[in-house]
């Protein structure tokens, strides 16, 4: 039930911090994409080609972003 365009909720300096992001979001039954990675020739330093994007269908970033808040809001 989610338009087909994808935005960018949150770009990542690594794999496992997307997967994290990518996890949470889909424990939300947010369908989550991760763009990115090595750059051939970098020497695996994924920086270099800007890291990792978390992507999703952009009728869902509203709910994204307010999952991806509720879990950095720190607990009282």
């Known amino acids: 039930h ?3 365009s994808l935005v960018v909720v ?3 300096s690594s794999r ?3 997967e994290v992001l990518r996890s949470l979001l889909a424990a939300y039954d ?3 994409y991760i763009r990115g ?3 051939p020739g970098a020497g695996g330093i994924s920086e270099v080609s800007g ?3 978390v992507m999703l269908p952009a009728l869902a970033e509203r709910d994204a972003r307010e999952v991806i808040d ?3 809001k720190p607990s009282p």
């Open 37 to 39: 990675g090595d750059l």
């Open 51 to 53: 890291g990792f994007q």
């Open 30 to 32: 947010i369908p989550v």
């Open 16 to 18: 496992p911090e997307a």
């Open 2 to 4: 989610y338009e087909n």
């Open 70 to 72: 509720a879990a950095e």
């Open 10 to 12: 949150r770009s990542c």
